[in-house]
């Protein structure tokens, strides 16, 4: 039985279910924004009742529309509505510190040894499991993204537009508008068109290091955490920029490694400061870029959290807010599309996708553990073709 949903209030009991809700998505949610939308809608949603699916796509949209890691925003939002203010910061910190802690792990072993260690096995079982996650969460948000006709051709729109490479942001705010003007002037959707405004990053190497400093680093990523749009992977160029090109304390083999480290951990991608923190300066600098990168979030999510609410209660608001669920869902699918091409790579992982699929329609399983029987079975694979 559903829940109901109250008002946000200090209350020790749901704080720490917050709490210990968000420690284990943190702990088990691969594969990037998407996939920790779905792990989340699928514990928040259909095992515990805490939001309704409108509910959830209103948070979804609201972390779209500020700068910063979306998956992250969106633990953050989902900690306020369901425990105050104590449970937007319990939220957001327990979902960021263990793929920080994970990351710093990796972090010692690069600066020991020089290298990662090896996790395709991990993420060759993972991967199908994730991707039907992401696709058991897209259906069952289908009715509540797609409400209106209007809204629906906003989430066919905005795949096809993300698909063919239209910046995340202008697609976004695009729908948002469209659906908004369709739904006040009562007139059907006949077309939109959104300019590209593709992102590049380009230059040449700076010719010499600057010198370490702490607070540079701190800033620097509390800059890139304040003004980053879109996806974790359009943080590759924002790192580099800064710390490949202007301060040359990284070099772009560096940066690959720090990005790939991010990748193969749960959790937010931005974990990746944790790694490069670690790379330049320990345990300490590890600490104050995973602090600068993801603070911007919980001064965002707290300045318009209390508004979510009352955007759904204006009608131009409330329209703006649809298109922008609408835009949020189609640009799930179009990464559910992307990423499908680079899990589902031979029979196996085709087979695991499907099954993983029918326990998740036939069960209400708790994702830790198909997750983890995604790594066992990828490490038996790999063990198997070892032989």
Not at 63 to 84: D, K, Q, V, W
Not at 247 to 259: E, H, P, R
């Amino acid at each position: 039985m559903r829940e109901k949903d109250a008002q946000p209030g200090i209350d020790g009991r749901r704080v720490r279910d917050v709490a210990l809700m968000f420690l284990k998505i943190g702990l088990t949610s691969f594969g990037g924004p998407a996939a920790h939308t779905g792990l989340m809608h699928r514990e928040i949603v259909q095992r515990r009742g805490w939001l309704t699916d409108g509910e959830f796509l209103d948070l979804l949209g609201a972390a779209n529309l500020i700068p910063g890691p979306n998956s992250t925003e969106m633990a953050i939002h989902i900690g306020y509505r369901r425990a105050g203010w104590p449970g937007l910061v319990a939220a957001g910190v327990c979902f960021i510190v263990p793929a920080m802690l994970i990351t710093m792990g990796f972090g010692w072993l690069y600066v020991r040894y020089g290298t990662l260690p090896q996790a395709a096995w991990l993420l060759y079982g993972v991967k199908p499991v994730v991707m039907a996650i992401i696709g058991f969460a897209l259906w069952n948000l289908r009715r509540a993204a797609a409400k209106t006709p209007s809204m629906a051709a906003g989430v066919a729109v905005s795949c096809v537009l993300s698909l063919c490479g239209v910046n995340e942001l202008a697609v976004l705010f695009g729908c948002g508008a469209v659906v908004a003007v369709a739904r006040i002037a009562g007139q059907r959707i006949r077309g939109a068109s959104c300019a590209i405004m593709p992102l590049a990053a380009a230059g040449i190497s700076a010719a010499g290091a600057a010198p370490f400093s702490s607070s540079t680093l701190f800033l620097t990523f509390l800059k890139i955490g304040a003004v980053l749009y879109g996806s974790g992977y359009v943080l590759l160029a924002f790192l580099r920029g800064d710390f490949v090109e202007r301060l040359g304390w990284l070099t772009d083999q560096q940066l690959i490694d720090a990005v790939a480290a991010g990748q193969i951990t749960p959790g937010p991608l931005f974990s990746t400061a944790a790694f490069v923190g670690y790379v330049l300066g320990g345990p300490q600098a590890a600490l104050l870029a995973t602090a600068g990168i993801f603070l911007p979030s919980f001064v965002f999510v707290a300045l318009s959290g209390p508004l979510v609410a009352r955007m759904r209660s204006s009608p131009l608001a409330g329209a703006l807010l649809d298109g922008v669920n609408a835009a949020s869902i189609g640009l799930m699918l179009a990464v559910a599309v992307q990423l499908g091409r680079a899990s589902f790579v031979d029979p196996v992982t085709v087979c695991a996708g499907i099954l993983c699929l029918l326990l998740l329609v036939r069960y209400t399983l708790n994702s830790a553990w198909l997750i983890a029987g995604g790594a066992a079975a990828g490490y038996a694979v790999h063990w198997c073709r070892g032989m």
